[in-house]
């Protein structure tokens, strides 16, 4: 794999040189213009934006996911009200919705944070119901047999016996949320990476485009990494459930 | 002291699981639900358990009329119901978390427990790491921690092997023995109903009814060995089968 990624390195190398696209430079100035962007304040500040505004719509996602996923996994009222809007939501081409989101809150953070809700949050939700559908019944006979209440038997069962799917919701849900945050502030184009995008690509600076690109897709590669090891800790769990 | 008067079940979609059972199950002593597969045995235990409501009919516990599960009752699950993400301390100490006691309290009386049944040792182990035998034991474990009057077992020993089985079932012979509790409990086998049981129910083909209610007259004191030779425990099996023998093809 390591290999083929350095034949396309060089192909893309030697596109570059010849001078065949104004779209396409160099690898190596690719590069060398990631050491030169990454320590200025201008990326810094973008960075912690962008980074903020990821997290917080993340958090919002999980922690508003997984309690309808349960929630829809338990009730069969509940789900046949939802399920249909999830799947909906789900397919649906959410940037189209962006523009809404954007004259209901403004040019701001709080368009971005919903923008990157919008984008995670069905992907858990629909994880989370399928994990619970998955737990064992008598796990949850037992915990009713011991008295559990209702939050008891969603903080200690529910929740984890469906860990796996909802680490697995979770992690496509962040890879969604990447373009989420992208796509959002690309459409409100003044904030974090986004003004950056739009600097770039209006001063026609391909170096600094590919630069900035380059970083947001190994960003999203490591978050996916990260998290992907995270779910093969807790696989066991799904083996045990039978 | 358990009591029913006139359980009726039928599910939804019409299937009469159970029609006007009448039974009671006094303490200290173990009684055994016993049938055809599919008779209703399993229902009739957890309705008792406050898990399945009945269509009709009223059960008591000491007198108190079973509206949902209680703290005076406890279950042991076929297949065992541990949470494979808990240690044993945390899976047998479940019941009282529930219940609010604190941990320094409920593991010192977990503990205890665990020792009980024989996994000391164990105690930070987890349920994957434990042979089919000794996770039963955590889950009785689990249920006898919570120390309910009314012991309820559904078909506990049916998925471990027969080795361990026979040793489980001497174990439980001691417990009853040892705690006042009513002892309620649904197999499919013959031989473990007339090994253990004080009582035997037998119920007919669905929709069930109590067709006869057997006391085996062993005698429970020394080797167990011996109740398996006894010539009153072999003809109390062969009587059993005699009777059920119809409801089979």
Redesign the interface.
């Known amino acids: 794999m390591f290999a083929s990624l350095l034949v396309w390195a060089l192909i893309w190398e030697i596109v570059g040189r010849s001078g065949a696209s104004l779209v396409i430079p160099p690898l190596s100035s690719v590069f060398a213009r990631i050491v030169e962007i990454a320590p200025t304040p201008t990326f810094i500040n973008a960075l912690w934006i962008t980074g903020r505004s990821f997290l917080l719509g993340n958090a919002i996602a999980i922690l508003l996911g997984v309690p309808l996923g349960v929630m829809m996994g338990r009730s069969v009222v509940a789900d046949r009200l939802l399920l249909p809007w999830v799947n909906m939501f789900l397919s649906a081409p959410l940037s189209a919705l962006v523009p809404v989101i954007m004259v209901l809150f403004g040019l701001g953070d709080t368009t971005i944070i919903l923008t990157v809700v919008l984008f995670a949050i069905w992907i858990i939700v629909l994880d989370a119901r399928a994990g619970v559908r998955g737990i064992s019944p008598s796990l949850v006979e037992m915990a009713k047999s011991f008295g559990a209440n209702q939050w008891q038997a969603f903080s200690n069962i529910y929740v984890w016996a469906a860990l796996p799917e909802i680490l697995s919701g979770i992690r496509l849900g962040m890879i969604r949320a990447v373009k989420g945050v992208v796509i959002g502030q690309l459409l409100v184009s003044i904030v974090g990476f986004g003004s950056l995008f739009e600097l770039y690509s209006s001063r026609f600076l391909m170096e600094h485009f590919w630069a900035l690109l380059f970083m947001l897709f190994v960003f999203a590669f490591l978050l996916n990494e990260i998290l992907a090891w995270l779910e093969r800790k807790v696989e066991y769990y799904a083996s045990s459930r039978q | 002291m358990v009591e029913m008067f006139g359980i009726s079940k039928t599910y939804e979609g019409g299937v009469e699981a159970l029609n006007e059972i009448n039974l009671d199950f006094p303490e200290g002593q173990l009684t055994t639900l016993l049938g055809p597969s599919g008779c209703g045995k399993t229902t009739l235990l957890?309705i008792v358990?406050?898990?399945i409501s009945p269509t009709s009919g009223e059960v008591l516990v000491e007198g108190r009329p079973v509206t949902g599960?209680?703290?005076e009752?406890?279950?042991v699950?076929?297949?065992f119901?541990l949470?494979?993400?808990a240690s044993v301390m945390r899976n047998v100490g479940?019941?009282l978390?529930?219940?609010g006691v604190g941990r320094a309290k409920r593991e010192a009386i977990a503990e205890k427990y665990i020792a009980g049944v024989g996994l000391k040792g164990f105690e930070s182990a987890y349920?994957?790491e434990l042979s089919g035998g000794m996770r039963q034991r955590v889950g009785l474990a689990?249920a006898l921690a919570?120390d309910a009057k009314v012991l309820l077992m559904d078909e506990p020993f049916s998925a471990v092997d027969e080795q361990t089985r026979r040793k489980f079932q001497e174990d439980l012979l001691e417990l009853i023995g040892r705690e006042r509790k009513t002892f309620i409990f649904v197999t499919h086998s013959i031989e473990e109903a007339v090994y253990v049981s004080d009582r035997v129910v037998l119920l007919s083909r669905r929709p069930s009814r109590v067709s006869a209610v057997i006391e085996p007259d062993i005698p429970r004191q020394g080797d167990p060995e011996k109740i398996r030779r006894n010539s009153t425990y072999l003809d109390t099996v062969e009587s059993i089968w005699q009777g059920l023998k119809q409801y089979v093809e």
């Open positions: 957890k358990a406050g898990l599960p209680g703290p009752r406890a279950f699950f076929q297949d119901a949470m494979p993400w479940f019941g978390e529930l219940r349920p994957h689990r919570v």
